[in-house]
């Protein structure tokens, strides 16, 4: 075969594969897998320091604010940091799963408020938000 057609064939295929996503249709969540109605006061932040580093937590200088915001920037998933140390990772409202990153961006660095459906299995913590709102420190 002629390179031009292998590309072609390449890239169609890229293609294809990158937009099939977009054309699942979401599907109503299970009643059992609705999770339990609820609200978290936390700080929204990257999970990298957080995993990373034991005395992470909330920003409290200069330089760990710089650190959030690189992290950030350079696309580490964000969470958010319960007051008792649970983090909370973000989960959409519908199925199959949508990106939530995008969503709580506006809020990183911040103390939010957020209500809707939580989730926890093994130790993990999650949030399907409803409403977010920012609050100040604890």
Not at 73 to 81: E, M, Q
Not at 85 to 91: K, R, V
Request: aromatic share 6%; proline share 6%; with cysteine.
């Amino acid at each position: 075969m002629s390179r031009i057609l292998i590309r072609s064939m390449m890239i169609v295929s890229a293609l294809a594969i990158a937009f099939s996503g977009y054309a699942q249709k979401s599907e109503p969540i299970p009643p059992d897998m609705m999770g339990t109605p609820g609200t978290i006061v936390g700080f929204v932040r990257d999970t990298a320091c957080l995993l990373r580093n034991k005395d992470a937590s909330v920003a409290k200088d200069e330089e760990s604010r710089k650190c959030i915001i690189q992290c950030v920037r350079a696309g580490s998933p964000l969470a958010i940091l319960t007051k008792s140390g649970e983090l909370y990772m973000p989960l959409s409202s519908q199925l199959p799963d949508r990106d939530e990153r995008r969503r709580l961006l506006p809020y990183a660095g911040k103390f939010v408020r957020a209500t809707g459906r939580l989730f926890e299995r093994g130790g993990t913590h999650a949030i399907s938000i409803e409403k977010i709102e920012v609050v100040s420190g604890w």
